[in-house]
C-alpha cells in the first residue's frame, strides 16, 4: 500500500532525509512532504533540487528547537519523520552542546508538537550507535542502551522521549534504528566519502587506530525502503533495527575503495584514534526483516555506485571542501596526519 498524507520530514536537506523524500515522492502519488530544516553545514539545498518543483512538497527553513514554528507545521499535518540531527560523532567530541539541543531537546519539541496535533504517527530516525559496542552477537530493538559518545547519547536520550510519549501519552510512535549509511549525497566528513574524496585528490586517508573496527554498511536507498516500510506497516510503540549485513572493518572498506579508484595502497595513513572508538557494531535486523524489508544491493555493488557517483559530481562536492570545512579538517587531523608522517603512530596491524 503507497504512502499517503501530509507528512513533516525535519532534517529533509541532510543526507538521508533528501534521500528518502525524493524516494517517497517519486513512489506516492498522494503523499504531501514539507521539509523544515535549519540548513547546518551538512544541509544542502542541492539535495533537494530535482523534487524543488513538485507541487506536493514545499521547503520551510528554521530549527526543530522553535516551539511556534513547530507548532504552526504540525498543525498542518498528520504525520512528523524526525532526521534533523547533529550526526558526526567526531565533532560531537570536539563540541557537544548542538547535539544536545538538536537530538535531545529538539526531538522533544516534535513530540509535544505531534502530541498536541493528535498526529497519526511519529517516526524517529535513529542509530545502531545507541546499543554502544558490541563485542560478540548482535543486538537486539529489546536490548539496554549503552551509548558511549556524545553523539549516541544524544540520539539514545532522544529515543528514550520518543518511547515515553508512546507509553505515557499514547503517541504512535515508531523508531528505527539504522547502521553505517552510505552513498551519493553524502557529506564528505563521513569515513567513505571522505576517503573516496580524498583519494580522488591523491590526498592521505586518515586510518583510526588499527582500521580492525566492524562497521555493517548500509546502502542509503535501502535504509530509506526500510523506514518506508516501518511508517506504514509498523507497530505502534516499536522500535526496528534496519542493518546492512555487510560487516566489515574500516580497513577491509578502505582497500574496497581504493581498488574501486585504481588508486594506490600507500594513500593510507594510520591515526591516533578516535576517543572511546566503539569497535564493533552489530545488530539483529529480523523485525523489519518479517515486514518484508531486504537489502537490494550487495555492498560491493552499491560502494562501486557510490564511488561512480562522486567521480561523476565533484560539482557537488568540491564547494564543500571549502571555508568552514578545511577549518574542520584541520582541527580533526592536522596533528594527526604531522604525527603519523613523523612516524609517532606505529600501524598496529
Ligand atoms: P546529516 O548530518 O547529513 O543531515 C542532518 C540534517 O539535519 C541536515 O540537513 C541539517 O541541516 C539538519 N538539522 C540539523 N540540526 C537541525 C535543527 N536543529 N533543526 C532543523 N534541521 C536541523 O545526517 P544524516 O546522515 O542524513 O542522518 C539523518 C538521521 O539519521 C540522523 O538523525 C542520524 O542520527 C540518523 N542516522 C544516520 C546514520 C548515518 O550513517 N549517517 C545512520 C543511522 C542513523
Ligand atoms: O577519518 C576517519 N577515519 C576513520 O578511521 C573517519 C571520519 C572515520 N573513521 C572510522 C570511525 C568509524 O569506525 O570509520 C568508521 C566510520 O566512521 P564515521 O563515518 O564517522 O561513522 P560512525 O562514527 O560509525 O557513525 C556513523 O554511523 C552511525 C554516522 O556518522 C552516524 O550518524 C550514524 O548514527
Same mark, same amino acid.
Given at each position: 500500500? +503507497?504512502?499517503?498524507?501530509?507528512?513533516?520530514?525535519?532534517g529533509?536537506?541532510?543526507?538521508?532525509? @533528501?534521500?528518502?523524500?525524493?524516494q517517497?515522492?517519486?513512489?506516492?502519488?498522494?503523499?504531501?512532504?514539507t521539509? !523544515?530544516?535549519?540548513?547546518?553545514?551538512?544541509?544542502? #539545498?542541492?539535495?533537494?533540487?530535482?523534487?524543488? =518543483?513538485?507541487?506536493?512538497? $514545499?521547503? %520551510?527553513?528554521?530549527?526543530?528547537?522553535?516551539?511556534?514554528?513547530?507548532?504552526?507545521?504540525?498543525?498542518?499535518?498528520?504525520?512528523?519523520?524526525?532526521?534533523?540531527? &547533529?550526526?558526526h560523532?567526531?565533532?560531537?567530541?570536539?563540541? #557537544? =552542546?548542538?547535539?544536545?539541543?538538536? =537530538?535531545?531537546?529538539?526531538?522533544?519539541?516534535?513530540?509535544?508538537?505531534?502530541? *498536541?496535533?493528535?498526529?497519526?504517527?511519529?517516526?524517529?530516525?535513529?542509530?545502531?550507535?545507541?546499543?554502544?559496542?558490541v563485542?560478540?552477537g548482535?543486538?537486539?530493538?529489546?536490548?539496554?542502551?549503552? #551509548?558511549? @559518545?556524545?553523539?549516541?547519547?544524544?540520539?539514545?536520550?532522544?529515543?528514550?522521549? %520518543?518511547?515515553?510519549?508512546?507509553?505515557?501519552?499514547? !503517541?504512535?510512535?515508531?523508531?528505527?534504528?539504522?547502521?553505517?549509511?552510505?552513498?551519493?549525497?553524502?557529506?564528505?566528513?563521513?569515513?567513505? +566519502?571522505?576517503?573516496?574524496?580524498?583519494?580522488?585528490?591523491?590526498? #592521505?586517508?586518515?586510518?583510526?587506530? /588499527?582500521?580492525?573496527?566492524?562497521?555493517?554498511?548500509?546502502?542509503?536507498?535501502?535504509?530509506?525502503?526500510?523506514?518506508? !516500510?516501518?511508517? &506504514?506497516?509498523?507497530? +505502534?510503540?516499536?522500535?526496528?533495527?534496519?542493518?546492512?549485513?555487510?560487516?566489515?572493518?574500516?580497513?577491509?572498506?578502505?582497500?574496497m575503495?581504493?581498488?574501486?579508484?585504481?588508486?594506490?595502497? @600507500? !594513500?593510507?595513513r594510520?591515526?591516533?584514534?578516535?576517543?572511546g572508538?566503539?569497535?564493533?557494531?552489530?545488530?539483529?535486523?529480523?523485525?523489519?526483516?518479517?515486514?518484508?524489508?531486504?537489502?537490494? *544491493?550487495?555492498?560491493? &555493488?552499491?560502494?562501486? &555506485?557510490?564511488?561512480?557517483?562522486?567521480?561523476?559530481?565533484?560539482?557537488w562536492?568540491? +564547494?564543500?571542501?571549502?571555508?568552514?570545512?578545511? /577549518?574542520?579538517?584541520? $582541527?580533526?587531523?592536522?596533528?594527526?596526519?604531522?604525527?603519523?608522517?613523523?612516524?609517532?603512530?606505529?600501524?598496529?596491524?
Open positions: 500500500m +503507497p504512502l499517503s498524507g501530509r507528512l513533516l520530514v525535519t529533509g536537506a541532510g543526507f538521508i532525509g @533528501s534521500t528518502w523524500v525524493r517517497v515522492l517519486r513512489n506516492n502519488p498522494d503523499v504531501r512532504v521539509v !523544515l530544516d535549519k540548513l547546518t553545514y551538512a544541509g544542502n #539545498p542541492a539535495n533537494l533540487r530535482e523534487i524543488e =518543483d513538485d507541487p506536493r512538497y $514545499r521547503f %520551510v527553513k528554521g530549527d526543530i528547537t522553535d516551539r511556534d514554528l513547530v507548532s504552526e507545521l504540525a498543525g498542518e499535518v498528520d504525520t512528523i519523520v524526525n532526521f534533523a540531527a &547533529e550526526s560523532v567526531d565533532r560531537s567530541i570536539e563540541e #557537544p =552542546d548542538a547535539f544536545i539541543r538538536t =537530538d535531545v531537546l529538539g526531538t522533544h519539541v516534535l513530540l509535544e508538537a505531534a502530541r *498536541r496535533a493528535g498526529h497519526r504517527r511519529y517516526l524517529q530516525i535513529s542509530t545502531d550507535e545507541v546499543y554502544g559496542d563485542a560478540h548482535a543486538s537486539v530493538e529489546t536490548d539496554p542502551l549503552r #551509548p558511549r @559518545s556524545p553523539y549516541s547519547a544524544s540520539k539514545a536520550s532522544g529515543d528514550l522521549l %520518543v518511547s515515553a510519549y508512546f507509553t505515557t501519552y499514547g !503517541l504512535a510512535t515508531l523508531i528505527t534504528r539504522a547502521s553505517n549509511n552510505f552513498g551519493p549525497h553524502q557529506y564528505p566528513e563521513k569515513l567513505i +566519502p571522505l576517503f573516496i574524496t580524498n583519494a580522488l585528490d591523491d590526498e #592521505p586517508l586518515p586510518l583510526y587506530g /588499527d582500521g580492525r573496527q566492524v562497521r555493517d554498511w548500509l546502502y542509503v536507498e535501502d535504509h530509506c525502503a526500510a523506514i518506508s !516500510l516501518v511508517l &506504514e506497516r509498523g507497530e +505502534p510503540g516499536s522500535t526496528y533495527n534496519v542493518g546492512g549485513g555487510s560487516q566489515i572493518t574500516n580497513l577491509e572498506l578502505t582497500e575503495v581504493l581498488s574501486e579508484l585504481g588508486k594506490p595502497r @600507500s !594513500l593510507i594510520h591515526v591516533e584514534d578516535r576517543p572508538h566503539d569497535r564493533r557494531y552489530a545488530i539483529d535486523s529480523s523485525r523489519v526483516r518479517a515486514l518484508g524489508w531486504r537489502p537490494q *544491493r550487495t555492498l560491493r &555493488e552499491a560502494l562501486a &555506485e557510490t564511488v561512480g557517483w562522486y567521480v561523476e559530481h565533484p560539482e562536492w568540491r +564547494p564543500l571542501k571549502t571555508g568552514e570545512y578545511l /577549518d574542520y579538517y584541520r $582541527r580533526q587531523y592536522g596533528a594527526r596526519l604531522a604525527a603519523s608522517d613523523a612516524g609517532s603512530v606505529v600501524e598496529r596491524a
